[in-house]
């Protein structure tokens, strides 16, 4: 049998122009289903400069769905990467006034926010990792308004990704950077269910799928979950007294609804942070500010990580224990099932919207105010009384592998099968 030949570069070009209105209706839903734009509202996009041609197409759509004005916030890698190299450390302690000025002004005014996720995974390597850590917790505590408008989803936001070059050579290695592209595209498209004639009903269906898991998890009221994997994960994460348990759509506390993350596979909800206790492994590569963190290990002792260790990126896992204390401990469990689109398609895609959406994760740092009753109308040190981490952080990390088992525990000791061999018990 002879081999199919290599897709060459003119194809794939070729292939990138076919997918041209398939693009175009990934932005739509971007827009319209993601921060879901009302008319008069401000559109802030953040994004990569090599990502500009998708950038156009959400302010096209922007428009067209009455935002009052679009903002597009550029990045480009090469730029922090000089900007790192060069500056000390000491300076990335405070966010230039100008910037949180924009960011504060543009939360405040009720603007929705795109972030679009695009980026070379290597782009920080042999950089300090403490110097990106330094400034992301300067921007996450002193851009206050903007980061109080994401983390209680005052404002809607939605990340999203587009392919960059440098980051579709890593996911496709070996083959043209035009083939490179096209094949991460087609695979963003698939993955973020884009890919069919009416991408906005697809999620509709979609957001139907999230129903049963959420309605049968926050029935259980578990008071702990307990995760155990052959990889020597064995982990038990206790759950606050009044947890809720969200995924799919959310909702800004006036009810304007949204969707955080295109795609997302995940239902979660924010533990108790003093009540961790025992080792996990990770299971897939994080990339974290430019550095790769690779066959890592967390062990807990009362909700807080007291050892660890990594084959690759150990320094950069230190930076982000080292953020806060709440750094060292959970603010999220996500339970994704194997059997999902992203797990399916075999693609390790170094960027975390997506490999977080392939893989039960957790996170270190801050909790999320929606995923315990009432925490909508309470203050940051209120949901800390109640378990809620706080921290200037969140870094989720994948720990899903195909033999993971979750039970659930109950109030009065006995144990609910969640998770069996990776997946859903009820599947």
């Given at each position: 049998?002879?081999?199919?030949?290599?897709m060459t570069a003119q194809e794939a070009r070729e292939g990138i122009r076919a997918l041209e209105p398939q693009i175009d209706r990934y932005a739509q839903l971007v827009v319209k289903t993601g921060v879901n734009v009302?008319?008069?509202?401000?559109?802030?996009?953040?994004?990569?400069v090599d990502a500009s041609a998708f950038v156009r197409l959400l302010v096209k759509h922007g428009y067209q769905a009455g935002a009052g004005h679009?903002?597009?916030?550029?990045?480009?890698?090469?730029?922090?990467?000089l900007t790192y190299e060069h500056v000390e450390t000491s300076y990335f302690e405070q966010t230039p006034e100008w910037q949180r000025i924009q960011l504060d002004s543009l939360a405040e005014a009720g603007a929705c926010f795109v972030f679009v996720e695009g980026a070379d995974p290597d782009a920080l390597r042999g950089i300090d990792p403490a110097k990106p850590a330094t400034a992301s917790k300067a921007r996450n505590t002193q851009c206050r308004v903007f980061r109080r408008g994401l983390d209680f989803n005052i404002n809607p936001w939605c990340i999203a990704g587009a392919p960059v070059p440098a980051w579709a050579e890593q996911v496709f290695p070996g083959v043209p950077t035009e083939v490179a592209i096209y094949r991460l595209w087609c695979a963003i498209l698939s993955v973020s269910r884009a890919d069919g004639d009416d991408p906005e009903s697809d999620w509709e269906l979609h957001n139907a799928t999230f129903e049963k898991n959420l309605r049968l998890l926050n029935?259980?009221?578990?008071?702990?979950?307990?995760?155990?994997a052959e990889n020597g994960t064995d982990l038990t994460v206790g759950l606050t007294d009044r947890h809720l348990w969200a995924g799919g759509c959310g909702e800004t506390p006036d009810g304007h609804p949204f969707f955080p993350n295109i795609p997302t596979e995940e239902v979660?909800?924010?533990?108790?942070?003093?009540?961790?206790?025992g080792i996990v492994h990770s299971a897939l590569p994080l990339i974290y500010h430019g550095n790769r963190i690779?066959?890592?290990?967390?062990?807990?002792?009362?909700?807080?990580?007291v050892d660890y260790d990594a084959v690759v990126g150990k320094d950069a896992l230190k930076s982000i224990l080292a953020i806060d204390e709440g750094a060292r401990r959970l603010g999220e469990v996500a339970l994704i099932s194997k059997n999902t689109p992203i797990r399916e398609s075999e693609t390790l895609f170094y960027d975390t919207l997506y490999d977080e959406n392939a893989s039960c994760h957790l996170a270190l740092g801050i909790g999320f105010p929606e995923c315990y009753e009432g925490g909508y109308d309470m203050t940051a040190e209120e949901l800390r009384?109640?378990?809620?981490?706080?921290?200037?952080?969140?870094?989720?990390?994948?720990?899903?592998?195909d033999d993971m088992d979750i039970m659930g525990i109950c109030a009065d000791g006995t144990e609910v099968p969640v998770f069996v061999n990776g997946q859903w018990s009820w599947e």
């Open positions: 049998m002879t081999a199919k030949p290599e009302k008319p008069g509202q401000e559109l802030v996009i953040q994004a990569p679009v903002t597009v916030i550029w990045h480009d890698d090469a730029v922090t990467r029935e259980k009221r578990f008071v702990a979950l307990h995760y155990t979660f909800t924010s533990p108790d942070c003093e009540r961790a206790d690779d066959g890592f290990w967390l062990r807990f002792e009362g909700g807080q990580v009384a109640h378990g809620i981490n706080t921290s200037s952080t969140h870094v989720d990390f994948m720990i899903g592998t």
